[in-house]
T-cell receptor, first 112, second 116 residues
Framework: DTGVSQNPRHKITKRGQNVTFRCDPI?????LYWYRQTLGQGPEFLTY????????KSRLLSDRFSAERPKGSFSTLEIQRTEQGDSAMYLC??????????FGPGTRLTVL | AQTVTQSQPEMSVQEAETVTLSCTYD???????LFWYKQPPSRQMILVIR??????QNATENRFSVNFQKAAKSFSLKISDSQLGDAAMYFC?????????????FGKGTMLLVSP
């Protein structure tokens, strides 16, 4: 059990550019979640995958955001045409049956 | 929609003392989960303790225990024998009970400072 990993850990980009983050869940976990955490706030739910199926999306996930989990293992979160308001920590979590989620270290995005 | 309120932005405690962090939540559901997570500075979120709403018994994990008052929708965390390593941001989270999964709603967090 190596834990949830996320790459990159930090990303600085210019407004209007596209960025992609990767999350590798704990190997036997079939449930994967993405959250966004802005400074001074708790994480906010973005989207949920069970295996490769995206089963729930938050209203926070605008059209510029897309997430995939093509083979039911790792997941990617892409943000197109980034805006300064997208600057945040993007957290990934995974779980098995049951409801305890284990979080990765996050990807900190800074949009200049 | 569920909401989680942590009314204490910051709390201080001395080593070896006991501190209680407050959390209240609002929901119309009867079946759900509650969690406390710890987020040390620049480090990842770690689960501290979890409580199922259908269980009347309060959860405990070593020095960490909760006071779960379902009717009052209150879920406080007690840390006994505080240690320097307990210093972190603590988040209370509500977990909706869906079909085999649970999305989390977090409070804004309480920063716990521990002094020697």
């Amino acid at each position: 059990d190596t834990g949830v990993s996320q790459n990159p850990r930090h990303k600085i980009t210019k407004r209007g550019q596209n960025v992609t983050f990767r999350c590798d869940p704990i190997s036997e976990h079939n449930r994967l979640y993405w959250y966004r955490q802005t400074l001074g706030q708790g994480p906010e739910f973005l989207t949920y995958f069970q295996n490769e199926a995206q089963l729930e999306k938050s209203r926070l996930l605008s059209d510029r955001f897309s997430a995939e989990r093509p083979k039911g293992s790792f997941s990617t979160l892409e943000i197109q045409r980034t805006e300064q308001g997208d600057s945040a920590m993007y957290l990934c979590a995974s779980s098995q049956e049951g409801n305890t989620q284990y979080f990765g270290p996050g990807t900190r995005l800074t949009v200049l | 929609a569920q909401t989680v309120t942590q009314s204490q932005p910051e709390m201080s405690v001395q080593e070896a003392e006991t501190v209680t962090l407050s959390c209240t939540y609002d929901t119309s559901e009867s079946d759900y989960y509650l969690f406390w997570y710890k987020q040390p500075p620049s480090r990842q979120m770690i689960l501290v303790i979890r409580q199922e709403a259908y269980k009347q018994q309060n959860a405990t994990e070593n020095r960490f225990s909760v006071n779960f008052q379902k009717a009052a929708k209150s879920f406080s965390l007690k840390i006994s024998d505080s240690q320097l390593g307990d210093a972190a941001m603590y988040f209370c989270a509500y977990g909706r009970q869906m079909a085999g999964y649970s999305t989390l709603t977090f409070g804004k967090g309480t920063m716990l400072l521990v002094s020697p």
